[in-house]
């Protein structure tokens, strides 16, 4: 018996694939639990159709995304950072200091989607991947500057 599958089934096959299986096996397990449906003309058809639907969703949301990625990679963050003598950083920039710096620009990201390996530990311009839905890529460009100390006023 020709099924449609419903969902994806181990040792069985995918989401949407077209398979020949035993009567009984149709009968007895996939019909009842709704993890298929004969394949007649008119199943075939409706299944083509959602099929169509969703991937013309899938790609109105990939272009919107992109869309995002684009205008979050044009973003430069800069971060003001305390440094000791020779230029040493107290402490680091981390995943939350870029997350709090697109924040303040208007841009919503989780601080877990921020690809940084390891904080960063000195001054200077480092380009940090932002991982989005879609397999859609961001890059930000951070730059780390030295706090500007306010000067002592004069009397």
């Not at 096959?13 to 298929?36: E, M, Q, T, Y």
């Not at 919107?64 to 020779?86: F, M, N, P, R, W």
């Not at 200091?97 to 303040?104: E, H, P, Y």
């Not at 991982?131 to 006023?153: G, L």
């Amino acid at each position: 018996m020709k099924v449609i599958l419903q969902e994806t089934l181990e040792g069985v096959g995918h989401l949407g694939d077209l398979i020949d299986v035993s009567n009984g096996f149709a009968r007895n397990f996939l019909l009842p639990r709704r993890k298929a449906v004969e394949a007649n003309s008119r199943s075939i058809k409706a299944f083509e159709h959602v099929k169509r639907v969703a991937a013309e969703k899938a790609k109105k949301e990939k272009l919107e995304i992109e869309t995002h990625a684009k205008s979050l990679s044009a973003v430069t963050l800069t971060i003001e950072a305390q440094v000791g003598k020779d230029d040493k950083m107290f402490g680091s920039v981390t995943n939350k200091d870029i997350v709090d710096g697109l924040a303040a620009q208007g841009f919503t990201v989780d601080r877990r989607k921020v690809q940084l390996a390891q904080p960063i530990k000195e001054l200077g311009t480092v380009t940090v991947p932002i991982k989005m839905p879609r397999e859609v890529t961001a890059t930000v460009t951070v730059r780390v500057v030295k706090k500007q100390e306010p000067e002592a006023p004069s009397a």
